[in-house]
C-alpha cells in the first residue's frame, strides 16, 4: 500500500515540476488573483479564466515573432559588419595602389627631369 503511496506522491510532484517549469502555475495563479480582485464579479468565471489566459498565450506567441524578428537582425548587423571590415580592407588596399602609382610617376618625372638635363 505505501509503494502505492510512493508511486502516487511521485506522479504528483513529476506533474508539479513540469507544470512550474511551464511557468502554468503561476499563471493560473495569477488570472485566479485577479479574478478574486475583480470588482464587480464576472458573470461567468470561465470566460474570465480562458480570455486571460489566451492573452498570456498572445503574449508568448507575440514575444516568439519578436525574438524571431531580433535574431534576424543581428544575423544581418553580423553580415553588414563582415561587408563593412572587407570594404574597409579594399579601400586600403586602393588607397595603398594608389599611393605606389604617385610615387612612380613622381619617380619618371624625376628621371625625365634628370635626362632632360
Not at 464579479?41 to 480570455?51: K, S, V
Not at 580592407?89 to 634628370?114: A, P
Request: net charge negative; charged share 35%; proline share 3%.
Amino acid at each position: 500500500m505505501s509503494n502505492q503511496g510512493n508511486s502516487f506522491n511521485n506522479k504528483r510532484e513529476n506533474i508539479k515540476k513540469y507544470l512550474n517549469d511551464l511557468g502554468l502555475i503561476e499563471a493560473l495563479t495569477n488570472v485566479l488573483a485577479n479574478l478574486y480582485r475583480s470588482e464587480p464579479r464576472p458573470t461567468d468565471p470561465l470566460d474570465y479564466i480562458r480570455t486571460h489566459m489566451t492573452e498570456i498565450v498572445k503574449e508568448r506567441e507575440e514575444l516568439k515573432m519578436l525574438k524571431e524578428t531580433y535574431d534576424s537582425m543581428i544575423s544581418q548587423i553580423q553580415e553588414m559588419e563582415e561587408e563593412n571590415m572587407q570594404l574597409a580592407k579594399t579601400i586600403k588596399e586602393l588607397e595603398n595602389y594608389g599611393d605606389e602609382l604617385s610615387k612612380s610617376k613622381l619617380e619618371e618625372t624625376d628621371d625625365n627631369n634628370v635626362r632632360t638635363e
